[in-house]
């Protein structure tokens, strides 16, 4: 029986707590035959906007091995946008596979000050992906089994914590407490089928998306070539005022291929915006991110519309004007 690396993409890509917080990470890397070679660049500390770049193109044995990806964060907007890119060609052994992760970190105090006792913290999470991928090629003789062998991956995830401390000079624990949060996943990818059990293709392509609380809903099923995810989620927590937060939130992009004679899997035009708004209260950032999530820019339509509106307003003043003389 052939032995087949079945590969997950948290064992692929580093972990969190490897990476700075308020970074804007991208992460390379191919493996075979027992090793692995990895190459990183992170922007850390984020206090301007700021981009992370990496690339790495290896030939040898007859093979292709591609991967780049960026990472861009914008802490003012509190807007990220990644791409990454996979490719692998003319891979004849159960032992290769190229990974590209975009990622951003952001870790932040929080206060709403307010004379209330309590306020509403409302959250905004846009996003936008645009999953390109080209057909497979693939050896049925390199597996004994259904493998996945192409992954496109887009991930969000936001928190917000309350540390609970004894008062001064009294007793008891510390304590850490989830106000709440949100997390959202979209999941497309490729695998090897038996053409006998699955029809007369060989490669079965599936999409997904998941939500905290909301669980997995399939999407879009046999689709080779494209996919999207977009969407706005919001949501509301209540807080206490004049009290330290901490925000925690993740924003990802990653693309992976394995063991396939050609495979390019890629991750375009991408993006995650958060916004934040006090309501009964003002909102400090110990960060000093607007959380603004961009100004939007009227379309030509809405000039138009205010070009009006205002001729209105003034043939208004103008004929109130020319009544009171």
Not at 11 to 32: D, I, P, R
Request: aromatic share 10%; net charge neutral.
């Amino acid at each position: 029986m052939k032995k087949t690396i079945v590969l997950a993409l948290g064992l692929a890509f580093a972990s969190q707590a490897a990476f700075a917080s308020n970074s804007a990470t991208v992460q390379l890397g191919y493996f075979e035959d027992g090793n692995q070679e990895n190459a990183f660049d992170t922007r850390s500390n984020v206090t301007a906007s700021a981009t992370a770049h990496s690339s790495l193109s290896i030939a040898g044995a007859g093979i292709q091995r591609d991967a780049s990806a960026s990472a861009t964060f914008d802490p003012t907007t509190t807007t990220f946008k990644g791409s990454t890119q996979a490719t692998l060609g003319n891979a004849t052994s159960d032992r290769r596979f190229v990974f590209a992760s975009s990622q951003a970190f952001v870790n932040d105090g929080l206060r709403v000050n307010s004379s209330a006792a309590t306020a509403q913290l409302k959250f905004t999470v846009k996003y936008d992906s645009v999953f390109n991928t080209d057909a497979l090629s693939v050896n049925p003789g390199l597996y004994s089994s259904p493998q996945r062998i192409r992954e496109n991956f887009s991930s969000f995830q936001i928190d917000l914590t309350q540390v609970h401390r004894p008062s001064p000079g009294g007793f008891g624990p510390t304590w850490t407490e989830r106000l709440g949060g949100q997390r959202g996943d979209s999941l497309h990818f490729a695998e090897f089928v038996r053409p006998e059990r699955e029809g007369a293709s060989n490669i079965r392509y599936t999409n997904y998306e998941a939500y905290e609380g909301k669980g997995r809903q399939e999407i879009l099923p046999d689709q080779s070539n494209a996919a999207n995810w977009n969407g706005m989620i919001s949501f509301t927590l209540n807080v206490q005022t004049n009290t330290n937060l901490d925000l925690a939130a993740r924003f990802g992009v990653d693309s992976f291929c394995a063991q396939a004679y050609l495979c390019n899997s890629t991750v375009g035009a991408h993006s995650f915006q958060l916004g934040l708004e006090a309501i009964g209260g003002e909102l400090v950032s110990s960060n000093g991110y607007g959380y603004t999530m961009g100004a939007s820019v009227p379309e030509p339509e809405s000039y138009a519309m205010l070009l009006a509106g205002l001729g209105l307003l003034g043939f208004v003043a103008r004929r109130k004007a020319r009544n009171a003389a």
